[in-house]
């Protein structure tokens, strides 16, 4: 037993002769020491150890201001656990009183005539190691409790449909979301079986796979239609099913989870849709390579040419439209990565008024006939930190949602806007936000405002609610995700409304950090580059665009192919010294991350500007610690990457 070489042992008994007893026999007890502390009433004992602690309480049952039992229901405090081992003596022969002890928590019972100094060592002993023991299963005890309660508080979370079943299929256990969804009890369920719910190819998909999952102990998983609580219909589930296992390797138990894939199956059908994901998947990297280094050359070209040529030039307009043209199908490649699962959620620098404007072109054939669209929207606004695609849907479903509210019988009128504001406090406070809060800052407001019906304040207050259905009602994610996305980006919304005064929704989005502020307007620097930039990508086109544009904006620009290259160039000690490199993130042979480390490696001091279709997210986190300069999204315009250079090299100096 690994108790330690000496013990306090308190003594609780109103005889002093005994109380020497016990103390002598404990002192000739062989390798072993004890100290000892001595009280004569249960008040007293229970006093000393509020203050002391013991590894031993030797008691006396018969005590003159309490017997034994009642000072073990003080001690215990109403917790039902005795703090301490305690041995209990005395002079009674009577197997009631022991048994009575032992349940109220004592570790050992001895008479007093026969205790010798070996059974009294070996009680407190066994009694000390007892008590260690119990306390040690009581903490298993409680992580194992709490480690239940996590998991079953995780499953009850989560929201799939999560349950057990024997290996013949019947369910054991099921999370509340079975309930929930399907309205059956567990009982019900298991009393008729999947053809109580199921029917059709349903039920003979289920059962194969069953059967094929028992026959191979392996997991398995099934497509299947569950009927919906209160008759509301069948929705596509995907269920999985994983073996549990006993000793001997059988099967003992599946453990499942049945996923909604209802809307997956509306839009393109479960299999056809993995399909399509992981064909994306091998072709995005790809796709954004070479089809943002094709489009550079487009918008690079045809921006370079337009700021090249005298404004009132015929071919400006020509030109704009190149422009747009390029910038939509670089909108379609960056769909294209998100579809794939390339990043679900990309953080940029986004124009909103250029979103705004877009997205109405978008969404133009879905507005009613007799609604008239106005926008007025802002030129040169600061950029706003979030997902592209999400702030579209914001927009879609509020100017969709507005054009929507008014009525057919006359002409209706929509209104949007975009705006910079710069809010204090007292501003803030004296905007009634139906949805999140602001801080003192520059924002940028996103308005629409339209001559419908309007609401009431009932309506106003269910508005953001979710699945609540009004001809307010918009589509996509609907405005109860519109108030989750504004939430994500730390903005806010304003709606102001009333029946027969139409509606007004506001959206606050704070301006980035990154963004130089400026209520009226600032022209662009006409100031001169200096210095010497080294553009490094493997496509021609790529290289030739950045390089006119950099020129013309007056600094000197090298070229390289590939890393190797551009290494090369780096350390000559013959050339004048580089001030900046542009490098492309995904080249042949050697990657664009692999440049930048040779570059840090070899000890060479150069900022770097890292050019790539991904999201600045993605490309941030691929170059985490290597210290990169600044990040340019490709497609890029000829001002776009001059403007990306200019704001970088201010800061580091020029190297001439």
């Known amino acids: ?3 330690p070489q000496r013990q306090e042992i308190l003594i609780i008994d109103d005889d002093a002769l005994d109380r020497e007893v016990y103390k002598r026999y404990l002192r000739e007890a062989a390798n072993r020491s004890f100290s000892f502390a001595e009280e004569a009433t249960g008040k007293a004992g229970l006093e000393w150890l509020k203050h002391s602690p013991a590894d031993c309480v030797l008691l006396d049952f018969n005590l003159p201001d309490m017997n034994g039992l009642e000072l073990l229901e003080a001690l215990k405090n109403g917790s039902g656990v005795c703090p301490v081992p305690v041995v209990m003596l005395t002079a009674a022969r009577d197997e009631r009183v022991a048994v009575e002890a032992m349940k109220s928590g004592v570790m050992d019972y001895l008479p007093k005539g026969p205790a010798t100094a070996e059974s009294l060592s070996y009680a407190i002993e066994n009694a000390i190691e007892k008590f260690r023991m119990h306390r040690e299963i009581d903490r298993q005890q409680r992580a194992l409790e709490a480690s239940e309660k996590r998991y079953r508080g995780l499953v009850e979370a989560i929201p799939q449909i999560v349950w057990t079943a024997t290996p013949e299929g019947k369910l054991d256990y099921a999370n509340s979301k079975w309930s929930d969804t399907l309205g059956i009890s567990l009982d ?69 989870a049945s996923t909604d894939i209802e809307d997956r199956k509306k839009e393109e059908g479960a299999v056809l849709s993995k399909q399509k994901l992981e064909s994306l998947g091998l072709l995005a990297g790809g796709i954004a390579h070479d089809f943002n280094n094709l489009l ?62 877009s997205t109405c072109d978008l969404i133009k054939a ?42 057919k019988t006359r002409t209706g009128a929509v209104v949007i806007k975009t705006e910079l504001l710069l809010l204090d ?61 504004l939430r994500t980006h730390k903005g806010a919304i304003e709606l102001k409304s009333g029946l027969g005064e139409g509606s007004t929704f506001r959206v606050y989005l704070p301006a980035s950090p990154k963004a130089k502020i ?40 090298l070229t390289a192919e590939n890393g190797d290259k551009a290494l090369r160039l780096l350390q000559n000690k013959a050339m004048p010294p580089i001030s900046l490199v542009v490098l492309d993130m995904g080249m042949p042979d050697m990657s664009g991350k692999e440049v930048m480390q040779q570059i840090r490696v070899r000890g060479i001091e150069v900022p770097v500007l890292i050019c790539s279709g991904y999201s600045e997210a993605v490309v941030f986190q ?18 776009e990457i001059t403007a990306k250079v200019r704001g970088i090299l201010p800061t580091v100096g020029n190297r001439t």
Request: net charge negative; glycine share 12%.
């Open 1 to 3: 037993m690994s108790i």
């Open 188 to 256: 019900d369920f298991n009393r008729s079986g999947w053809e109580g719910i199921l029917d059709g190819e349903d039920l003979r998909q289920v059962s194969r796979s069953w059967r094929a999952g028992l026959h191979s102990g392996e997991p398995f998983e099934f497509e299947h239609r569950l009927p919906q609580r209160g008759g509301t219909g069948l929705r596509w589930y995907l269920s999985r099913a994983v073996p549990m296992r006993d000793d001997t390797g059988q099967v003992a138990k599946w453990f499942g």
């Open 296 to 357: 550079v050359g487009v918008l690079g070209g045809a921006s370079y040419a337009a700021e090249t040529l005298p404004p009132s030039h015929p071919l400006q307009l020509t030109l704009q439209g190149i422009v747009t043209a390029g910038e939509r199908a670089a909108h379609l490649t960056r769909q294209m990565l998100a579809y794939a699962g390339k990043g679900r959620f990309f953080i940029e620098q986004i124009d909103m008024g250029e979103l705004v404007r």
């Open 366 to 407: 879905s507005i009613p006939k007799h609604v008239q669209v106005s926008l007025n929207t802002r030129s040169h606004l600061p950029p706003v930190e979030g997902d592209s695609g999400q702030m579209q849907q914001i927009v879609m479903n509020l100017v969709l949602n507005a054009a929507e509210s008014t009525d």
């Open 425 to 485: 406090a007292a501003a803030i406070a004296g905007v009634e936000f139906v949805s999140g809060h602001l801080v003192p800052g520059p924002y940028v407001l996103f308005e629409v405002q339209d001559n419908g019906s309007g609401m009431d304040a009932d309506t106003k207050a269910k508005i953001f609610d979710p699945f609540f259905t009004t001809k307010f009602t918009g589509r996509g994610l609907g405005l109860s995700a519109v108030q989750g996305i």
């Open 518 to 557: 400026s209520i009226a307007g600032e022209p662009e620097s006409a100031s001169r580059g200096a210095g010497t930039i080294l553009v490094v990508d493997d496509e021609e086109i790529v290289r030739r665009t950045a390089k006119a544009s950099l020129e013309r904006a007056g600094f000197h620009v």
């Open 622 to 639: 691929e170059f985490s610690g290597l210290d990169i300069a600044g990040f340019a999204q490709k497609p890029f315009t000829s001002r």
